[in-house]
């Protein structure tokens, strides 16, 4: 049976497009994306869902009293599809801990920085505030803190004379784009170990 893997996104979804693409042409292995999943009725990511035929779940965090019970309804809304992987593209949400707890170790998360370099919303802002000539973006595993998970990959992106945070962040989404894949093929293949922070993947996964 293929992995059954749930998207969480918040926003027009380019990182899930690019997961969806990856999955329709066999890249993503013995895997299938299962579901859709919003906290924003709005979401273009949802339309990018329903054109590709799958599964796509508004979750209103408005109708909960709060992050637990929230976590709470998105664990039984994945354990009724069979869910296995959760990969996060842009969700704008901190999981709570008894989610985290529920998919230990298969929540994937994409970020526009080179973590721990710059974490939160404002990462490709805070790059070119800082004055960094370097930034990138991180794949890694998530855990209960916000963009501090162990990380699986790992690209840099130069920072040019004259950037603007849209044309930094349409290099950086170049990388994520390609570099999310090959992370969700890697981890659905077992070739992912991971010892504390330490994440050690098979050198034949990283192509």
């Known amino acids: 049976m293929p992995t059954k893997i749930a998207i969480f996104a918040s926003g027009d979804g380019t990182n899930a497009q690019a997961l969806i693409d990856a999955a329709s042409s066999g890249a993503l292995g013995d895997s299938e994306i299962a ?3 919003s906290d924003r009725p709005d979401a273009g990511v949802l339309d990018r869902a329903e054109s590709a035929g799958i599964e796509v779940l508004f979750v209103d965090p408005t109708s909960y009293s709060g992050r637990s ?3 709470e309804a998105l664990a039984k809304h994945l354990k009724e599809r069979s869910i296995e992987l959760v ?3 842009g969700f704008m949400r901190i ?3 008894n989610f985290i707890k529920a998919y230990e170790g298969r929540i994937l998360n994409v970020h526009p920085a080179l973590l721990p370099s710059f974490p939160g919303a404002r990462a490709v802002r805070d790059a070119l505030e800082w004055g960094t000539k370097i930034t990138g973006a991180t794949v890694h595993f998530a855990d209960e803190k ?4 162990p990380i699986i990959f790992q690209e840099s992106v130069e920072i040019l004379t004259g950037d603007t945070e849209e044309t930094l962040h349409e290099r950086i989404k170049e990388v994520e ?4 894949p090959i992370a969700v093929r890697a981890v659905v293949d077992g070739k992912v170990r991971v010892e504390g922070r330490q994440v050690t993947v098979d050198e034949e996964a990283r192509t």
């Open 35 to 37: 579901l859709i999943l």
């Open 69 to 71: 019970a929230y976590g």
């Open 146 to 149: 916000a963009d501090h998970g």
């Open 87 to 89: 990969c996060l593209a």
């Open 177 to 180: 784009h390609r570099l999310y």
């Open 95 to 97: 999981l709570a801990a």
